[in-house]
């Protein structure tokens, strides 16, 4: 019972990573309908961003752990927003109108560049994470063992999602998203300017990836140029799982996904966990087709 | 009145190409015989997502159980390399049947993670050494040199005709296929599903056969592969090679045969002309992506429309 | 003889009746108009025939075989062919081909024929694009075979449509709208068309809202509002029937 809790414990927080990732996903299909390849190499360079102001600048040398957090949490964000916004000017906005198998190249091409920018910029091998931040502290609670990162991590994504949603639901820039996702030519008609809304997309979605970078950082302590495939492959799946473009759908798709993964390897076999994970995709896609909280689309005829 | 006479510069551009091997090292021969089978994996794949418009990322799992069936029946069994490629493409051919059937109504990109999935399914499968008969992450290795009428196919100039006449059989059945009422079917389906189904195709069952179809051509491409390496490892079929086959598919031109050729070259011989830029090679190659596609969104040779040869029957029965 | 039964079928899309108890007959070799204001469920009730939705209710019952479970390429085969309200043709394919798929539950070529082209495979492509040509003919758009489908003018468009539901070779053909977006010279070539259709044995039935054409072709008229039938007759039983007209007009529709 005690190690179930535990794992239920990793699964949550690997499940929050994974949902920040695939929200960035599901924001993006929301409003192109375009699978952002790239966004988990945006998810890798919030890593390295992390890496960079702990170990080359050094941060917690001058300012307390705390503050240290909120302002590299902060600048990882910036600086992949703005990576973000400019990989929609350059590689997918003069695409919008084409097929869109050929944006989804393009995006495989984006992120095939940025991984080997990083690898150019860091070096092939991986790097680790200073560990000082969290002095490897526990949290007692209920007679259970928590190390303080996890509750951290699971404890950043939750408030994060809370403030997405209700940046969605209740915002007039939230509310021209959701427009925008319905039917573009209809948001323009009212008086959106879709451009705009794509580019806030392309602000907030990277922002939660790169913020989902530095907490694997935080979280594993080891990074490599290759993480943001397997981690983008599997908070895509958690978007798909939830019901693509679907905001909550990708919160409990990554949760759900997170789960599934920790308790495949505590009680499966670690060598067949990501196989787990893709099985329990296809057995749930049989069932539903359009995903957990995906909507059933009865086409216009 | 003369019938119009179709003549496609393709039949040219193979015969430069059956001229080159002998004015080349072997290197570059290797070249043109990799070039020659991501073209013949293309153009199975193109028939999936060009001209059925289904979302496949994860046709390199096709391959992989192409090339395993040959690697496993050769080395354990010592049957001869070239009679297992029937075999290697009914295997990967009926692996695409019993996966597919239940999710083939899955809609686009739905139908993208589940056939990323399947790749990452089978290439975790070869790593753990299903059934104890793949070898693990070292693979088999050992595999036989094909033998055609007594002669042993060794070099890479020797493979060059092997590979490359395999191509010009994939060019001719593929072009048959498309030119038929099946491939109008399969257009049908990626024009409009709904219309499709008003024209009485089946298309759960037509969407199943072109990924058969696919996965069949891509499982025999799977054995000349293995035959050509002598060894095969999971890492050959990673989401990888899917990549670069769909991009080669989209590149060329989503449903244009001539373009998907073209695409190989590209695709695979421009990471050759990069190799002085070593290790900045793949940030180049990536950045050519994105610039290729916004200059050319609809591949290098988009297909042309059919045509079908009427003229006798304007002329008889009404005038134009 | 009646061809095609609907009986009593209600159609509900999460809480909103979009047909409700609907029942009518369509008399082999007649032309049927179905009317109706906008949203009274016309278009609906096209899918539940030709089987893209399933009634919660009801049957429908074509030459006396039930065929509400069937599925709509079966139904196709069974001798229903319809044309979209939004033009549905394959963009990409030629003018030509277009009707060529038309052909397709007619035909059985299959992969092998494809592959190895025997005699008698090329013999029934053969044949199949001559009766193309001739569709097209038929239709009056046979200069264009060549083109692109989605290069033809909306009204080429529609006609398009009706060559390429000709060719699964129906008894039964559904027009949803098909003077939409046609000129008067153009509407007026259509009524004509669907003359000739049924001339050749084919029943027709249709939904259209320019009440000229439904007034002069059709021989029975089948009115539907909010997803009921409110009425049904000749058309001169129509154009006098007080419920119709409040349907059309509003409540002063006295006058009329």
Not at chain 2, 13 to 34: C, E, R, S, T
Request: charged share 15%.
């Amino acid at each position: 019972m005690e190690n179930f809790l535990q794992q239920l414990l990793n699964g949550l927080s690997l499940g929050g990573i994974y949902a920040l990732i695939a929200l960035g996903y599901t924001m993006v299909y929301g409003v192109l309908k375009l699978i952002n390849f790239a966004h988990g190499d945006l998810f890798t360079i919030g890593a390295y961003v992390g890496f960079t102001l702990l170990v080359s600048v050094g941060i917690t040398d001058s300012v307390d752990p705390m503050a240290a957090l909120i302002i590299m949490g902060a600048t990882v964000m910036l600086f992949v927003a703005t990576l973000g916004v400019g990989l929609e000017r350059a590689a997918y906005r003069p695409l919008r109108h084409s097929p869109r198998l050929s944006a989804v190249v393009s995006a495989l091409g984006a992120s095939i560049f940025f991984q080997n920018a990083v690898m150019l910029i860091y070096g092939a091998r991986f790097h680790v994470y200073p560990q000082g931040l969290f002095t490897k502290s526990t949290l007692s609670l209920f007679g259970l063992y928590l190390p303080l990162v996890k509750v951290f991590v699971l404890m950043v994504s939750l408030v994060v999602m809370t403030l997405l949603y209700f940046f969605i639901q209740k915002t007039l820039t939230g509310a021209a998203i959701r427009a925008v996702a319905i039917d573009h030519n209809a948001a323009r008609l009212v008086g959106i300017n879709v451009d705009k809304v794509v580019t806030i997309v392309f602000v907030v979605g990277p922002a939660l990836g790169g913020l989902a970078g530095l907490m694997v950082g935080l979280l594993y302590g080891q990074i490599t140029f290759t993480m943001g495939w397997l981690y983008g492959l599997k908070a895509f799946t958690a978007a798909i799982l939830g019901g693509i473009g679907n905001i909550p759908g990708a919160m409990l798709g990554g949760i759900i996904l997170g789960i599934i993964e920790s308790m495949a390897s505590a009680y499966l076999s670690i060598a067949w966990k990501d196989a787990v994970t893709f099985v329990v995709l296809i057995l749930i896609l049989t069932i539903r087709p359009t995903g957990i909280l995906g909507e059933r689309i009865a086409e216009k005829v | 009145m003369k019938r119009p006479v179709s003549f496609n510069p393709l039949w040219v551009f193979f015969i430069v190409i059956f001229a080159l091997p002998p004015l080349l090292d072997p290197y570059w021969v290797d070249v043109l015989n990799n070039v020659g089978l991501y073209a013949i994996l293309g153009i199975s794949l193109n028939l999936i997502v060009g001209h059925t418009g289904l979302f496949n990322l994860g046709h390199a799992a096709f391959y992989a159980i192409g090339a395993y069936t040959s690697a496993i029946l050769n080395t354990k069994y010592h049957m001869p390399i070239l009679s297992i490629l029937p075999l290697s493409g009914f295997t990967a051919g009926l692996f695409a049947f019993m996966v597919m059937r239940p999710i083939i109504h899955l809609r686009g990109d739905y139908l993208c993670i589940v056939t990323i999935g399947v790749g990452e399914i089978v290439r975790i499968a070869l790593v753990n050494n299903i059934f104890g008969i793949t070898g693990g992450s070292n693979g088999i290795f050992g595999i036989a040199r094909p033998e055609l009428f007594g002669y042993v196919i060794r070099s890479p100039h020797q493979f060059f005709y092997l590979i490359w006449i395999f191509l010009i059989i994939t060019v001719v059945v593929f072009k048959r296929l498309e030119h038929s009422r099946v491939g109008r079917a399969f257009n049908c389906i990626r024009d409009d599903e709904i219309a499709a189904q008003g024209c009485g195709i089946n298309v759960a069952s037509y969407k199943l056969t072109a990924f058969v179809i696919g996965a069949t051509w891509a499982g025999m491409t799977g054995n000349i592969f293995a035959t050509k390496m002598t060894i095969i490892s999971p890492e050959s079929f990673s989401f990888w090679e899917s990549v670069i086959m769909f991009t080669i598919v989209i590149l060329g031109g989503a449903g244009s045969i001539e373009g998907t050729i073209i695409g190989a070259f590209l695709i695979i011989g421009l990471p050759e002309i990069f190799r002085d830029l070593s290790s900045a090679r793949m940030l180049v190659f990536g950045l050519a992506m994105v610039i290729m596609m916004i200059l050319r969104p609809r591949g290098l040779i988009p297909p042309k429309l059919r045509s079908y040869n009427v003229r006798s029957i304007l002329e008889r029965d009404y005038s134009v | 003889m009646i061809l095609l039964a609907v009986q009593r079928i209600t159609k509900t899309f999460g809480g909103l009746v979009a047909v409700n108890n609907v029942s009518f007959e369509v008399e082999s070799g007649s032309i049927v108009g179905l009317i109706g204001p906008n949203g009274a469920g016309k278009t609906t009730v096209f899918n539940i025939i030709t089987g893209i939705y399933r009634p919660d209710k009801g049957e429908i019952v074509f030459n006396g075989q039930s065929i509400t479970l069937k599925k709509s390429h079966e139904i196709v085969k069974q001798g229903i062919a319809r044309t979209f309200q939004t033009i549905r043709l394959f963009s990409q394919l030629s003018v030509l081909e277009n009707v060529l798929s038309g052909f397709h539950c007619r035909t059985k070529s299959w992969v092998f024929g494809a592959i190895f082209r025997f005699p008698w495979e090329r013999r029934e492509e053969r044949q199949k694009v001559e009766e193309a040509m001739k569709l097209l003919h038929f239709v009056g758009i046979e200069r264009y075979y060549n083109l692109p489908a989605s290069s033809l003018s909306y009204g080429n468009q529609r006609l398009l449509e009706i060559a390429r539901a000709l060719a699964t070779s129906p008894q039964l053909l559904i027009l949803d709208e098909p003077a939409g977006g046609m000129n008067e010279k153009e509407s007026a070539e259509l009524i004509e068309l669907i003359r000739r259709i049924r001339d050749r044995g084919i029943t027709v039935l249709l939904i259209e809202h320019d009440m000229n054409v439904v007034m002069d072709i059709c021989e029975k008229v089948v009115v539907l509002e909010y997803g009921s039938k409110i009425a049904e007759g000749t058309p001169e039983e129509i154009k006098r029937n007080p419920r119709v007209i409040e349907a059309y007009l509003g409540t002063d529709g006295e006058e009329r």
